[in-house]
């Protein structure tokens, strides 16, 4: 595999053992860049001459007898990240030359670890989107078809992992943000338990960094392999010392089991409020016939899931919520205006996209109580089985789609058309009550796109689910690369 697909894992130890310098790690990720992301458009912010002063002071350490994490490697980051001196904008044209004074936490504790930073990745407009489309850089093409989207809203960040673009990268989410672009890219991505990464610096501008974390929103890792992420979680996780006064190290419980067969998981491969497409069936079953032949406890069904349409409509209702927040007063009074004229005992899944953005404080807080009580089932549920397996979205990356709303488009699974933000409920089962989820790769469609599944553990129980994901890596394999011509070239479909 060449150097700039490998692992970060992998670049360390040549790194350490001296068989390669930092500097050649930049130079050949921004060698491929420069040749190969005039099609992808992935970078949307490059920083050249900053990670080769860096890349040249990690030798210098190296050379001294130093040691760190990350110490000489090349990263990504999601351009919703503040980075000193580079613009965040988070795709508002307003704030195309906005420059934070300060870097995000996160960043500061990827420098820390000694990482080079080549660039910011592409998002959509306010990370509002599953493709990464903006007025200022573009569209984000998938590697694999450029026609298609990359994801979102950390689809930049995907996409460059694909084509070898750096070897780690860090993304955010909140509605698959994470997991739905390692899914239609063919890579690697954690959601973490909620509250265990500080989202300080991770914010839109013209905002202060403050140590706020909004409700259901997460920071995570992003690579190509199950390996990586932990790596980078362990660099990344720990609260935010304006917190806490200080820094220190979080003591994650570690991973329930270390061997595959002593696992016990449920695959859950069907959603009440929405179709699984075939291509997404087809990877969760080849990963439930990996498990099984593995001597994994296997389940298909379990009385004790918490009710899939319950815990839907309750987590449409916390983001909308919450996202309303931010909107200018002008739409929150017309929003005031259409959840108004609805029947006041229509409590359902279909009301909550209306209902929740117009919540009270009251509405919000018994929200918050039913959400307690999902974690209680989580709970439960997590005393008999370690993990869920089940689908990020319904279907591979699908073709770009930059000219309607979110609420009027439709997706095609199958043949038959959905609403297209139905498919946002795989990724509220662990959003919504904060569950860790892994996204892995799981095979390719017929068409030849990438399709991923997530795994689903305990709350604080990151490493069990980073282990299975190790594990299955190592059974089912993982991250393929793109085709030699295929980030490099256009065809018919380009944008």
């Not at 300060?102 to 990482?115: F, I, N, Q």
């Not at 996202?323 to 006041?344: C, F, H, K, T, W």
């Not at 989820?437 to 305990?458: D, K, Y």
Request: proline share 7%.
């Amino acid at each position: 595999m060449e150097r700039s697909l490998q692992s970060a894992v992998e670049l360390m130890a040549a790194l350490r053992a001296g068989e390669v310098s930092s500097v050649e790690l930049i130079e050949e990720a921004i060698t491929r860049i420069e040749r190969d992301d005039k099609v992808i458009n992935a970078i949307c912010v490059r920083d050249f001459d900053g990670a080769r002063v860096a890349a040249c002071a990690a030798d210098r350490a190296r050379a001294r007898g130093e040691d760190l994490p990350l110490l000489g490697i090349p990263v990504t980051v999601k351009e919703s990240y503040n980075v000193v001196g580079l613009p965040t904008t988070w795709g508002m044209s307003q704030y195309r030359n906005y420059l934070p004074t300060e870097d995000a936490v996160k960043v500061t504790r990827l420098r820390a670890a000694g990482a080079v930073v080549l660039g910011k990745t592409n998002v959509p407009f306010m990370l509002q989107d599953l493709q990464s489309f903006n007025e200022i850089y573009g569209a984000t093409n998938n590697p694999w078809d450029h026609g298609r989207t990359a994801g979102g809203s950390s689809g930049g960040s995907a996409a460059a992992l694909a084509c070898g673009f750096g070897a780690l990268s860090i993304g955010s989410d909140i509605a698959g943000s994470l997991r739905t672009p390692a899914h239609f890219c063919g890579v690697y991505a954690h959601k973490p338990t909620f509250g265990l990464l500080p989202n300080r610096g991770h914010l839109p501008p013209p905002m202060p960094a403050l140590p706020v974390d909004g409700d259901l929103a997460v920071v995570g890792p992003m690579a190509r392999t199950a390996g990586d992420l932990t790596l980078l979680l362990d660099v990344m996780a720990g609260p935010d010392p304006c917190t806490s006064g200080v820094a220190y190290d979080l003591d994650l419980p570690p991973a329930r089991h270390q061997r595959l067969r002593d696992y016990r998981v449920l695959i859950l491969d069907e959603h009440p409020l929405i179709a699984t497409g075939s291509a997404v069936r087809a990877g969760l079953n080849r990963v439930a016939d990996a498990l099984g032949t593995a001597g994994v406890r296997v389940e298909w069904h379990s009385p004790l899931l918490p009710d899939l349409i319950a815990a839907a409509t309750l987590y449409v209702e916390l983001l909308t919520s919450h996202a309303a927040a931010g909107y200018p007063v002008q739409r929150y009074e017309q929003l005031q205006i259409d959840a108004a004229s609805m029947n006041a005992d229509e409590r359902g899944y279909a009301t909550a996209w209306l209902r929740g953005p117009v919540f009270s404080h009251r509405d919000w807080v018994g929200a918050n109580n039913r959400r307690e009580l999902h974690r209680h089932l989580w709970r439960q549920f997590f005393a008999r089985f370690d993990a869920i397996v089940c689908p990020i979205t319904p279907t591979p990356a699908f073709p770009h789609d930059h000219q309607t709303t979110l609420m009027k488009r439709r997706i095609d699974i199958d043949g038959r058309e959905y609403e297209f933000t139905d498919q946002l409920v795989w990724a509220g089962l662990a959003t919504m009550p904060g569950l860790p989820a892994t996204a892995i790769p799981a095979g390719r469609s017929l068409e030849g796109l990438p399709v991923g599944v997530q795994l689903i553990g305990p709350m604080f129980e990151d490493r069990t689910v980073l282990r299975l994901a190790e594990l299955l890596e190592q059974t089912i394999g993982g991250f393929h690369a793109v085709g030699a011509t295929k980030c490099a070239k256009g065809d018919s479909n380009d944008r």
